[in-house]
């Protein structure tokens, strides 16, 4: 077998889940079948305890099978549709697995919500965290601190969606800080009846964001804007969101209208 057919094959097995061993010994079988334990292991380089332990992996995945010849156990290949049907077995461990994961995600969930002494950390890619933060906003009901790079702050957060967080934050009563750096006539934000409830302060010129965080009740999504797109961190801890709504505070502080 030629080593570029024999590497591409290789690759493939390994891809059926196969570790090194066994596919040297599958590729072994194939060019010296019928073989014994012994001649395998030479072939591979193997112990023979190992080479027996892996020829034994190999017999119950059906890629090999074994005869006698007298007393003499020989290994060959399975036929070529073998590889077939060990496709097929890990299909159905992966939906039997995907079943499983689905009824002990309740225990799963129930048994992170007793650590409450540790932090709960999620991480989303793209603008998927807008629509979570604005979904979890009307259970939250609690008021947002945001700190941002306005520009990349406008390109990614258009005023229809801003609009809509607004008239569920002004339902609850609840206020919206905002603090961008003085290039603030990059976001042109929203006039409606809900400004009342929209304070934007700016940090003086010299200081520059390329980043983001939102501050709201006890959670903390730290944004980082990169290329026009976004990927966004989010922590859920009573004594970091504490902290974080100090420094806020500070921050504030040393902004302007």
Request: with cysteine; aromatic share 10%.
């Amino acid at each position: 077998m030629a080593k570029i057919y024999e590497d591409q094959i290789i690759l493939l097995l390994k891809r059926l889940w196969l570790t090194d061993n066994e596919c040297q010994i599958f590729i072994c079988s194939l060019k010296t079948w019928p073989s014994t334990v012994i001649q395998l292991a030479k072939y591979t380089q193997l112990k023979r305890i190992t080479a027996h332990a892996v020829i034994e992996r190999l017999l119950e995945k059906w890629l090999l099978l074994k005869t006698y010849n007298k007393k003499k156990r020989l290994i060959y290949p399975n036929t070529v549709d073998s590889l077939e049907r060990l496709l097929e077995k890990k299909k159905y461990e992966i939906k039997s697995l995907q079943e499983d994961i689905q009824k002990n995600e309740p225990i799963l969930k129930s048994i992170q919500s007793r650590s409450r002494n540790f932090p709960k950390v999620r991480f989303y890619k793209g603008k998927e965290w807008i629509d979570i933060m604005l979904n979890e906003v009307i259970q939250d009901k609690e008021d947002m601190n945001v700190i941002s790079d306005s520009q990349h702050f406008n390109d990614l957060i258009d005023n229809d969606f801003l609009e809509k967080s607004l008239a569920i934050r002004n339902k609850y009563h609840l206020n919206i800080k905002m603090i961008f750096p003085s290039g603030f006539e990059h976001f042109c934000y929203t006039q409606g009846t809900y400004k009342q409830k929209l304070d934007i302060w700016t940090l003086p010129t010299q200081d520059i964001l390329v980043g983001g965080m939102t501050v709201r009740g006890k959670k903390i999504a730290y944004h980082c804007y990169e290329q026009g797109f976004i990927t966004t961190t989010i922590v859920e801890d009573d004594s970091i969101s504490n902290i974080m709504r100090f420094m806020f505070q500070n921050v504030w502080m040393n902004a302007k209208k």
